[in-house]
Protein backbone atom coordinates (compact mmCIF):
# COMPACT_ATOMS: atom_id res chain seq x y z
CA UNK A 1 0.00 0.00 0.00
CA UNK A 2 1.57 3.34 -1.25
CA UNK A 3 2.23 5.52 2.15
CA UNK A 4 3.86 9.01 2.83
CA UNK A 5 4.96 10.92 5.62
CA UNK A 6 4.99 15.09 5.24
CA UNK A 7 5.53 17.88 7.48
CA UNK A 8 3.53 20.82 7.65
CA UNK A 9 5.24 23.76 8.74
CA UNK A 10 4.12 27.07 10.45
CA UNK A 11 3.52 29.77 8.25
CA UNK A 12 4.50 33.34 9.35
CA UNK A 13 3.54 36.23 7.56
CA UNK A 14 6.01 38.66 8.06
CA UNK A 15 3.88 41.96 6.20
CA UNK A 16 0.21 41.77 5.82
CA UNK A 17 -0.91 44.70 4.23
CA UNK A 18 -4.55 44.71 2.94
CA UNK A 19 -4.70 46.78 0.12
CA UNK A 20 -8.08 46.32 -1.16
CA UNK A 21 -11.46 44.39 -1.38
CA UNK A 22 -13.14 42.50 -4.38
CA UNK A 23 -16.85 41.99 -5.13
CA UNK A 24 -17.08 38.85 -3.50
CA UNK A 25 -15.67 40.36 -0.16
CA UNK A 26 -12.33 38.66 -0.12
CA UNK A 27 -9.16 41.40 0.58
CA UNK A 28 -6.77 41.64 -1.82
CA UNK A 29 -3.58 41.24 0.16
CA UNK A 30 0.25 41.92 0.14
CA UNK A 31 2.54 39.83 2.35
CA UNK A 32 6.06 37.96 2.49
CA UNK A 33 5.45 34.69 3.74
CA UNK A 34 8.15 32.23 5.57
CA UNK A 35 7.69 28.67 7.05
CA UNK A 36 9.06 27.70 10.15
CA UNK A 37 10.75 24.53 11.06
CA UNK A 38 8.20 23.60 13.51
CA UNK A 39 4.85 22.52 12.74
CA UNK A 40 2.35 19.34 12.53
CA UNK A 41 3.34 15.89 11.16
CA UNK A 42 1.09 13.68 8.70
CA UNK A 43 0.99 10.16 7.62
CA UNK A 44 -1.30 9.15 5.00
CA UNK A 45 -1.74 5.88 2.93
CA UNK A 46 -4.03 5.09 -0.15
CA UNK A 47 -6.58 3.06 1.40
CA UNK A 48 -10.20 1.83 0.09
CA UNK A 49 -11.57 2.88 3.54
CA UNK A 50 -10.97 6.46 4.51
CA UNK A 51 -10.10 7.85 7.88
CA UNK A 52 -9.04 10.51 10.42
CA UNK A 53 -7.30 10.06 13.93
CA UNK A 54 -6.21 13.50 15.30
CA UNK A 55 -2.85 12.84 17.89
CA UNK A 56 -0.71 15.16 18.86
CA UNK A 57 0.31 17.77 21.94
CA UNK A 58 -2.31 20.48 20.49
CA UNK A 59 -4.86 17.52 18.77
CA UNK A 60 -7.76 18.58 21.60
CA UNK A 61 -10.51 20.49 19.77
CA UNK A 62 -9.29 19.91 16.32
CA UNK A 63 -12.22 18.47 14.07
CA UNK A 64 -11.77 14.63 12.93
CA UNK A 65 -14.90 14.50 10.42
CA UNK A 66 -15.41 15.54 7.04
CA UNK A 67 -14.50 19.60 8.08
CA UNK A 68 -10.49 19.00 8.79
CA UNK A 69 -8.71 20.27 5.87
CA UNK A 70 -7.06 17.25 5.49
CA UNK A 71 -9.89 15.25 4.47
CA UNK A 72 -11.14 18.19 2.55
CA UNK A 73 -7.72 18.35 0.60
CA UNK A 74 -8.17 14.23 0.13
CA UNK A 75 -11.58 14.90 -1.58
CA UNK A 76 -10.38 17.80 -3.55
CA UNK A 77 -7.99 15.19 -4.92
CA UNK A 78 -10.37 13.02 -5.24
CA UNK A 79 -8.77 9.95 -3.47
CA UNK A 80 -9.39 7.70 -0.53
CA UNK A 81 -6.76 8.09 2.19
CA UNK A 82 -5.99 6.40 5.60
CA UNK A 83 -4.86 9.92 7.83
CA UNK A 84 -3.24 10.21 11.18
CA UNK A 85 -2.58 13.85 12.02
CA UNK A 86 -0.22 14.75 15.29
CA UNK A 87 -0.94 18.29 15.72
CA UNK A 88 1.88 20.61 17.15
CA UNK A 89 0.13 23.98 16.27
CA UNK A 90 -2.23 25.91 17.87
CA UNK A 91 -5.72 25.73 15.71
CA UNK A 92 -7.18 29.26 14.32
CA UNK A 93 -3.93 31.27 15.33
CA UNK A 94 -2.94 32.87 12.06
CA UNK A 95 0.04 30.88 11.38
CA UNK A 96 -2.02 28.54 9.10
CA UNK A 97 -2.01 25.23 10.71
CA UNK A 98 -5.56 23.71 9.09
CA UNK A 99 -3.94 25.61 5.63
CA UNK A 100 -0.24 23.79 6.00
CA UNK A 101 -2.10 20.21 6.83
CA UNK A 102 -4.08 20.75 3.71
CA UNK A 103 -0.86 21.41 1.57
CA UNK A 104 0.96 18.71 2.69
CA UNK A 105 -1.88 16.00 1.79
CA UNK A 106 -2.45 17.73 -2.01
CA UNK A 107 1.47 17.51 -1.98
CA UNK A 108 1.47 13.99 -1.05
CA UNK A 109 -1.20 12.92 -2.61
CA UNK A 110 0.17 14.57 -6.13
CA UNK A 111 3.05 12.49 -5.60
CA UNK A 112 1.44 9.30 -4.81
CA UNK A 113 -1.14 9.56 -7.65
CA UNK A 114 0.30 11.73 -10.33
CA UNK A 115 -2.80 13.55 -9.87
CA UNK A 116 -2.68 17.58 -10.33
CA UNK A 117 -3.91 19.65 -7.77
CA UNK A 118 -6.89 21.89 -8.66
CA UNK A 119 -6.48 25.72 -8.46
CA UNK A 120 -3.22 25.17 -5.94
CA UNK A 121 -5.55 24.40 -3.98
CA UNK A 122 -7.41 27.69 -3.23
CA UNK A 123 -10.50 26.66 -2.80
CA UNK A 124 -9.64 24.91 0.75
CA UNK A 125 -8.34 28.27 2.03
CA UNK A 126 -6.45 31.34 1.11
CA UNK A 127 -3.10 30.45 2.48
CA UNK A 128 -3.60 26.88 0.59
CA UNK A 129 -1.10 27.81 -2.64
CA UNK A 130 1.86 29.58 -0.55
CA UNK A 131 1.75 26.65 2.05
CA UNK A 132 2.25 24.50 -1.05
CA UNK A 133 4.86 26.26 -2.47
CA UNK A 134 6.53 25.65 0.57
CA UNK A 135 9.15 28.21 0.78
CA UNK A 136 9.60 32.09 1.47
CA UNK A 137 7.36 34.16 -0.83
CA UNK A 138 5.78 37.12 -1.43
CA UNK A 139 2.01 36.47 -1.64
CA UNK A 140 -0.75 38.83 -3.51
CA UNK A 141 -4.37 38.93 -4.56
CA UNK A 142 -6.29 36.91 -2.08
CA UNK A 143 -3.67 34.25 -2.28
CA UNK A 144 -3.44 32.60 -5.58
CA UNK A 145 -0.56 34.44 -6.56
CA UNK A 146 2.44 33.15 -4.88
CA UNK A 147 6.00 34.58 -6.05
CA UNK A 148 9.13 32.39 -4.26
CA UNK A 149 11.71 35.07 -2.70
CA UNK A 150 15.47 33.59 -3.11
CA UNK A 151 18.12 34.97 -1.21
CA UNK A 152 16.83 36.14 2.28
CA UNK A 153 19.03 35.90 4.87
CA UNK A 154 18.26 32.78 8.09
CA UNK A 155 16.16 34.43 10.65
CA UNK A 156 15.39 33.19 14.06
CA UNK A 157 11.91 33.52 15.64
CA UNK A 158 9.80 32.84 18.93
CA UNK A 159 6.31 32.43 17.99
CA UNK A 160 3.46 32.99 21.14
CA UNK A 161 0.14 32.14 20.78
CA UNK A 162 -2.02 33.13 24.13
CA UNK A 163 -4.36 30.67 23.60
CA UNK A 164 -6.85 32.44 22.15
CA UNK A 165 -8.78 31.39 19.03
CA UNK A 166 -9.59 34.09 16.67
CA UNK A 167 -11.57 33.86 13.57
CA UNK A 168 -10.16 35.12 9.82
CA UNK A 169 -12.91 36.19 9.05
CA UNK A 170 -14.26 38.66 11.52
CA UNK A 171 -10.67 40.20 11.77
CA UNK A 172 -11.11 41.23 8.51
CA UNK A 173 -14.44 42.70 9.03
CA UNK A 174 -12.97 45.07 11.95
CA UNK A 175 -10.46 46.57 9.13
CA UNK A 176 -11.02 50.25 10.11
CA UNK A 177 -10.17 50.68 6.00
CA UNK A 178 -9.87 48.21 3.33
CA UNK A 179 -7.93 50.51 0.94
CA UNK A 180 -4.25 50.59 3.03
CA UNK A 181 -1.14 51.10 1.43
CA UNK A 182 0.92 48.65 -0.66
CA UNK A 183 4.43 47.50 0.47
CA UNK A 184 7.63 49.00 -0.44
CA UNK A 185 9.93 46.55 -2.94
CA UNK A 186 11.89 44.02 -1.05
CA UNK A 187 15.36 45.31 -1.57
CA UNK A 188 17.65 43.05 -3.36
CA UNK A 189 19.56 40.08 -1.52
CA UNK A 190 19.16 41.90 2.16
CA UNK A 191 21.44 40.97 5.21
CA UNK A 192 19.87 40.86 8.84
CA UNK A 193 20.07 43.81 9.14
CA UNK A 194 18.59 45.44 5.60
CA UNK A 195 15.93 43.07 6.40
CA UNK A 196 14.95 44.07 9.64
CA UNK A 197 14.58 48.06 8.76
CA UNK A 198 12.70 47.05 5.92
CA UNK A 199 10.30 45.34 7.70
CA UNK A 200 9.94 47.59 10.56
CA UNK A 201 8.30 50.54 7.55
CA UNK A 202 6.01 47.34 7.20
CA UNK A 203 2.84 46.27 8.58
CA UNK A 204 0.51 43.62 9.61
CA UNK A 205 -3.02 46.02 8.95
CA UNK A 206 -4.52 43.32 10.53
CA UNK A 207 -2.56 43.81 14.19
CA UNK A 208 -5.16 46.47 15.04
CA UNK A 209 -8.53 44.80 14.18
CA UNK A 210 -7.09 41.57 16.15
CA UNK A 211 -6.04 43.40 19.37
CA UNK A 212 -9.44 45.26 19.31
CA UNK A 213 -10.98 41.48 19.21
CA UNK A 214 -8.39 39.74 21.45
CA UNK A 215 -6.59 42.35 24.00
CA UNK A 216 -4.08 40.20 25.32
CA UNK A 217 -2.38 40.56 21.49
CA UNK A 218 -0.88 43.44 23.25
CA UNK A 219 0.11 41.86 26.00
CA UNK A 220 1.83 39.21 23.91
CA UNK A 221 3.31 41.99 21.42
CA UNK A 222 5.03 44.00 24.09
CA UNK A 223 6.20 41.02 25.86
CA UNK A 224 7.94 39.67 23.27
CA UNK A 225 9.03 43.88 21.94
CA UNK A 226 10.92 43.33 25.86
CA UNK A 227 13.00 40.04 25.33
CA UNK A 228 16.91 40.43 25.05
CA UNK A 229 17.53 40.83 21.11
CA UNK A 230 14.34 41.29 19.51
CA UNK A 231 14.51 42.85 16.16
CA UNK A 232 10.75 43.01 15.73
CA UNK A 233 7.71 42.37 17.48
CA UNK A 234 4.80 41.36 14.98
CA UNK A 235 1.44 39.88 14.87
CA UNK A 236 1.15 36.79 12.07
CA UNK A 237 -2.17 36.54 9.73
CA UNK A 238 -5.26 37.47 11.62
CA UNK A 239 -3.96 36.15 15.15
CA UNK A 240 -3.27 35.56 17.62
CA UNK A 241 0.27 34.24 17.29
CA UNK A 242 2.77 36.73 17.49
CA UNK A 243 6.75 36.58 16.50
CA UNK A 244 9.97 38.25 17.57
CA UNK A 245 12.75 38.14 15.36
CA UNK A 246 16.37 37.39 16.56
CA UNK A 247 19.75 37.43 14.71
CA UNK A 248 20.75 33.83 16.22
CA UNK A 249 19.35 30.55 17.45
CA UNK A 250 20.29 31.39 21.00
CA UNK A 251 18.30 34.57 21.30
CA UNK A 252 15.31 33.19 19.78
CA UNK A 253 15.74 30.16 22.72
CA UNK A 254 16.40 32.49 25.23
CA UNK A 255 13.58 34.51 24.59
CA UNK A 256 11.60 31.63 24.15
CA UNK A 257 12.08 30.47 27.41
CA UNK A 258 11.38 34.56 29.01
CA UNK A 259 7.89 34.26 27.92
CA UNK A 260 6.43 31.04 29.13
CA UNK A 261 3.22 32.05 30.67
CA UNK A 262 0.24 29.80 32.17
CA UNK A 263 -2.27 28.82 28.99
CA UNK A 264 0.67 30.41 26.35
CA UNK A 265 2.04 28.10 23.20
CA UNK A 266 5.82 29.22 22.73
CA UNK A 267 8.06 28.10 20.34
CA UNK A 268 11.30 28.90 19.11
CA UNK A 269 12.40 28.06 15.68
CA UNK A 270 14.40 29.06 12.32
CA UNK A 271 12.74 30.87 9.77
CA UNK A 272 13.43 30.33 5.65
C1 LIG B 1 -4.95 36.19 6.96
C2 LIG B 1 -4.19 35.13 6.20
O1 LIG B 1 -3.82 34.08 7.06
C3 LIG B 1 -2.90 35.74 5.63
O2 LIG B 1 -1.97 34.79 5.21
C4 LIG B 1 -5.00 34.55 5.07
O3 LIG B 1 -5.41 35.57 4.19
C5 LIG B 1 -6.20 33.77 5.57
O4 LIG B 1 -6.12 32.52 4.97
P1 LIG B 1 -7.13 31.34 5.36
O5 LIG B 1 -7.19 31.17 6.84
O6 LIG B 1 -6.75 30.17 4.50
O7 LIG B 1 -8.48 32.00 4.90
P2 LIG B 1 -9.83 31.40 4.34
O8 LIG B 1 -10.19 30.18 5.12
O9 LIG B 1 -9.76 31.34 2.86
O10 LIG B 1 -10.82 32.61 4.71
C6 LIG B 1 -11.37 32.81 5.98
C7 LIG B 1 -12.12 34.12 5.94
O11 LIG B 1 -11.18 35.22 5.92
C8 LIG B 1 -11.60 36.25 5.05
N1 LIG B 1 -10.58 36.47 4.02
C9 LIG B 1 -9.59 35.56 3.80
C10 LIG B 1 -8.61 35.81 2.86
C11 LIG B 1 -8.67 37.01 2.13
N2 LIG B 1 -7.75 37.30 1.20
N3 LIG B 1 -9.67 37.91 2.35
C12 LIG B 1 -10.62 37.65 3.30
O12 LIG B 1 -11.50 38.47 3.50
C13 LIG B 1 -12.95 35.82 4.49
O13 LIG B 1 -13.95 36.40 5.31
C14 LIG B 1 -12.95 34.32 4.68
O14 LIG B 1 -14.25 33.80 4.84
N1 LIG C 1 -6.21 20.27 10.14
C1 LIG C 1 -6.70 21.26 10.89
N2 LIG C 1 -5.96 21.81 11.87
C2 LIG C 1 -6.45 22.83 12.61
N3 LIG C 1 -7.68 23.33 12.47
C3 LIG C 1 -8.46 22.83 11.50
C4 LIG C 1 -8.01 21.77 10.68
N4 LIG C 1 -8.99 21.50 9.80
C5 LIG C 1 -10.00 22.32 10.06
N5 LIG C 1 -9.72 23.13 11.09
C6 LIG C 1 -10.61 24.21 11.59
O1 LIG C 1 -10.19 25.39 10.92
C7 LIG C 1 -10.19 26.51 11.79
C8 LIG C 1 -8.99 27.43 11.41
O2 LIG C 1 -7.81 26.80 11.76
P1 LIG C 1 -6.35 27.13 11.13
O3 LIG C 1 -5.37 26.42 12.00
O4 LIG C 1 -6.34 26.87 9.68
O5 LIG C 1 -6.19 28.63 11.48
P2 LIG C 1 -6.17 30.02 10.75
O6 LIG C 1 -6.18 31.07 11.80
O7 LIG C 1 -7.25 30.02 9.70
O8 LIG C 1 -4.79 30.12 10.10
P3 LIG C 1 -4.45 31.23 9.03
O9 LIG C 1 -5.41 32.37 9.21
O10 LIG C 1 -3.05 31.60 9.29
O11 LIG C 1 -4.63 30.43 7.76
C9 LIG C 1 -10.13 25.96 13.19
O12 LIG C 1 -11.02 26.65 14.01
C10 LIG C 1 -10.48 24.48 13.07
O13 LIG C 1 -11.72 24.18 13.68
Redesign the pocket.
Known sequence: MATSKAFAPA?VNLTLHVTGQREDGYHLLESLVMFADVGDRIALSLSDTPSLSVTGPMGQG??TGP????IRAADLMGVAAEIT?E?H?P?????????S??AAVLAALRDLTGKPVPDQGLSL?A?VPVCLAGKAAMMRGIGEDVTPVEDLPELHCVLVNPGV??P?GAVFKGLARKNNPAMDPLPAQPGFGALIGWLKLQRNDLEKPAIAAQPVIGEVLEAIAATQGCALARM???GATCFGLYASAAEAKAAAGELQRDGWWVAAARLS
Not at 67 to 70: A, G, H, R
Not at 91 to 99: R, V, Y
Open positions: KVPENLVLKLAAAGIGGGSDAGDAVTSGS
